[in-house]
């Protein structure tokens, strides 16, 4: 704002120099053409700010958004903004009005309608990816186990002091994911949950990723005896590897999906036993499953899978 106005100032005196002077001598004098001179000189009604630079943006472009579209931007926005963000105001746009644009050009759209609230601070840039993305649905798919929180319990779940639990499979290739919900944290319901997932997914798993709970393996409990959960990974010719412990980073997507579940479902829904949870989870998978990813170039995990089936064919 400083330079602007030391700029009107300076304008405002080659103004006051060529009334006196003559507008050709003041062009001389300051070194600018005389239709600067002569422009500024119409302009100016005895203030300096009256000499403050204009805008040079245009007042139309070839491209703008349509009206149509900015319409279709604020009905997306008011139903999907509050839970779900930007990323999920872009999935309803192309999913229900066809909308063809860019994310960034639907988001400069957006904020010029004053939709939002306030910029968020830019992350730090991060560092080339650790490990390499997988080309082959089933290569390796990651499972964690999240606690459902306490606040979505009511009823008699939450009268008795209940606990209930997700259990979560992730296919790093495509995102693809399948969850189910259970009352006991065991190893017999990882060994359940493997079952269901082997008849959910429409591909062969190869290799299965999880951490070190007893869930899942008794490395360090036991030297001889075998967790359920790997008699059976072993039994159906699947591979089992392990994170080394306390690095939950090594399941990043799992983790990161257990995330979104936070944000964009137990923030809002609650349950009275895991008969109710596994109904709601299976409403949220399906949503999950046909979400358009950022990650995925805006295709959703069914996408991505359909492409990968369909050049195989």
């Known amino acids: 704002m400083k330079r602007i106005a030391q700029e009107a100032r300076r304008r405002q005196g080659v103004v006051r120099y060529a009334e006196k002077h003559g507008k050709s001598k003041a062009a001389r004098?300051?070194?600018?053409?005389?239709?600067?001179?002569?422009?500024?000189?119409?302009?100016?009604?005895?203030?300096?700010?009256?000499?403050?630079?204009?805008?040079?943006?245009?007042?139309?472009?070839?491209?703008?958004?349509?009206?149509?579209?900015?319409?279709?931007?604020?009905?997306?926005?008011?139903?999907?903004?509050?839970?779900?963000?930007?990323?999920?105001?872009?999935?309803?746009?192309?999913?229900?009005?066809?909308?063809?644009?860019?994310?960034?050009?639907?988001?400069?759209?957006?904020?010029?309608?004053?939709?939002?609230?306030?910029?968020?601070?830019?992350?730090?840039?991060?560092?080339?990816?650790?490990?390499?993305?997988?080309?082959?649905?089933?290569?390796?798919?990651?499972?964690?186990?999240?606690?459902?929180?306490?606040?979505?319990?009511?009823?008699?779940?939450?009268?008795?002091?209940?606990?209930?639990?997700?259990?979560?499979?992730?296919?790093?290739?495509?995102?693809?994911?399948?969850?189910?919900?259970?009352?006991?944290?065991?190893?017999?319901?990882?060994?359940?949950?493997?079952?269901r997932l082997l008849q959910a997914f429409p591909f062969p798993i190869q290799t299965v990723q999880t951490d070190n709970g007893t869930e899942f393996t008794y490395r360090f409990i036991s030297e001889t005896e075998l967790c359920p959960f790997e008699e059976t990974l072993a039994a159906k010719g699947i591979s089992h590897k392990l994170i080394p412990p306390r690095t939950p980073w090594h399941n990043g997507k799992v983790e990161r999906s257990h995330r979104s579940d936070q944000r964009y479902f137990y923030d809002w829904e609650k349950f009275v036993d895991v008969q109710e949870l596994n109904r709601k989870l299976s409403a949220h998978l399906s949503w999950y499953n046909n979400r358009p990813m950022r990650s995925l170039d805006w295709a959703s995990p069914l996408q991505r899978l359909e492409s990968f089936l369909g050049s195989h064919h």
């Open 29 to 195: 004098q300051y070194g600018v053409s005389l239709s600067s001179v002569k422009r500024w000189a119409k302009r100016y009604d005895g203030t300096w700010q009256s000499l403050c630079e204009r805008s040079h943006r245009p007042h139309s472009h070839p491209k703008q958004h349509t009206p149509e579209e900015e319409a279709a931007i604020r009905a997306a926005f008011s139903k999907a903004y509050l839970r779900y963000g930007w990323d999920g105001v872009y999935a309803e746009l192309k999913q229900a009005h066809g909308y063809t644009r860019s994310f960034g050009g639907m988001y400069h759209a957006a904020t010029r309608l004053g939709l939002g609230w306030g910029k968020k601070r830019k992350r730090p840039p991060r560092k080339a990816r650790r490990y390499p993305e997988l080309k082959k649905p089933g290569e390796k798919v990651q499972i964690d186990v999240k606690e459902v929180p306490y606040h979505c319990l009511k009823g008699a779940a939450k009268r008795d002091g209940k606990h209930l639990y997700q259990w979560t499979a992730i296919d790093e290739c495509t995102r693809l994911r399948f969850v189910y919900g259970y009352e006991e944290h065991t190893p017999e319901n990882s060994v359940d949950f493997l079952g």
